[in-house]
């Protein structure tokens, strides 16, 4: 299950993404020493085996390091001008030799940089890539004059090249950094757009639940409350090591925010069932069960085009199973154990706790201590054992909430 990220998360992510991308493209460049000392093998061309080593020796231990800081380091960003700082470098050592011509190269750098998204990076990279070829251009002047007929002097030689190489650069240098600016600007405003979107399909389901609050006086409180303890119990059965694979950061913020529309259904309900001020006869009670079925219905017809799969099939299986019952007595389908989705298992447990908690028009509140007991005795028949345990470990913030309640 995934939720939609903001601008933020999208470029932190991939500027993780694209630093490991970049590693790849060090390692494949590994292969260049191969090739070249495989071309002096043949005898296809001459070049000093010395520079081939000293370019290896480079090569070799950076790609360890930033494969390595790319996996382990916290701050991507400084990775990221270390890594495409270097991968100029090596681009710029290779055109330092005489016997080697490159040509695109100049541009292998720049244009990877904008892959980041970053249009100060972008711009850091440009400059660092123009004079590092300029510094290989003099180096490469040395030599390479000697291998000219008729011979030039070395500044000519540097000259007349970087010259035409600034020409060329000038169009690299713009191009790269447009279009890192006006991808960083697009992506920005696709996600302002998105969070847009976003906050209207959120007050559309807010809608739907606050329908239920103007049915009962006690209704639209409690799917507010329910919307916390479901936080509370699945960040504490994280801790205590359960379910880790499911309760990702992600899943934990979507049974948050589908929690509030489980008592949707009861909308469905006719007012003097819903409003009873006593206890429900049997016939009367078995018209209440609707609500779960009813409210699935509810979701399925009305939201299907407002929002995400993920959270539809949340909303929908909360609704429909969170009066399920760990040893299968609970309703409308009798499921039981690990049959019950873990979403609605949680569901189950805020949802009593809180109706144990309340003052209804049929009941008083109870207290905490009450309640917890309660949750003791229920452990293994209605609740799945761990939850109990959560619920207990988190008594004391339980309690924050139920005091905060009665102000």
Known sequence: MKNILNDKDFFEQNLISMNRVAGKVIAYANLAPVLLAGGIFLKLYEMPLMWLIIFSCFLIPFTIIQNILTRKCKNQKVIAYLTLFGLEILVSFLGSNARVNTYISCALVPFISCLYFNPKLTLSVNIFSYVGLLVSLWFKSQTAWELQIPAVSPMYYWIAYSVGFTVEYIFVFIISCFITQRSHDTLKDIYASNRHIKTI??????????????????????????????????????????????????????????????????????????????????????????????????IDENLSEIESEEFLEVAKIMSLYHHEKWDGTGYPNNVKGHDIPLCARIMAAADVLDALLSKRQYKAAMSLEQALDIFKKSKGSHFEPCIVDAVLACSDDIRKIAFAKKQ
């Open 201 to 298: 399909q959120h007050k559309m389901i807010s809608s739907f639940a606050n329908l239920v609050e103007g049915r009962d006086s006690f209704t639209g409180e409690h799917i507010k409350r329910t919307a916390i303890y479901v936080e509370l119990i699945s960040r504490e059965l994280v801790n205590q090591g359960y379910y880790k694979d499911i309760l990702t950061e992600e899943n934990i913020q979507l049974f948050i925010n589908t929690a509030p529309l489980h008592d949707l259904g009861k909308i469905r309900i006719p007012d003097q069932i819903l409003c009873k001020p006593s206890s429900f006869t049997q016939e009367e009670y078995e018209i209440m069960k609707t609500h779960s079925y009813e409210g699935y219905k509810l």
